[in-house]
């Protein structure tokens, strides 16, 4: 099993900046994708960000230029850099791992998930 556990969550201002931490243990491995996802009220989870082993990336158009995932592999964590947040920023989000290779965007991929952190973003 995997555990992983969202830091960083808060109220921000519209154009502020937040980043999110996940905490992974258990029985990572570095070689497994990362994902952040979220999930407004009333709409279904979307993907945000995706990371594969070697650091390539994936963007939700949405967030392109705003958001930059990252990960350390030596700490088991990976990061949300959120920038020039909206208030449509507005949602739960939550991490995920992927064994996979690619940094897969499809959410049916990710089978541990981390229980979310609120980020809301007033006008």
């Known amino acids: 099993q995997v555990q992983l556990v969202e830091s960083g969550g808060g109220l921000v201002q519209a154009g502020g900046s937040l980043r999110l931490s996940c905490a992974a243990s258990g029985r990572t491995s570095s070689s497994d994708s990362m994902g952040w996802f979220r999930q407004a009220p009333g709409k279904e989870r979307e993907p945000v960000a995706a990371i594969n082993w070697n650091s390539s990336t994936n963007y939700a158009d949405s967030v392109k230029g705003r958001f930059t995932i990252s990960r350390d592999n030596a700490k088991s964590t990976v990061y949300l850099q959120m920038n020039s947040l909206k208030p449509e920023d507005t949602a739960v989000y939550y991490c995920?791992?992927?064994?996979?290779?690619?940094?897969?965007?499809?959410?049916?991929?990710?089978?541990?998930w981390g229980q979310g952190t609120q980020v809301t973003v007033s006008s």
């Open positions: 995920a791992a992927a064994r996979s290779f690619i940094a897969t965007m499809d959410l049916q991929r990710y089978a541990y």
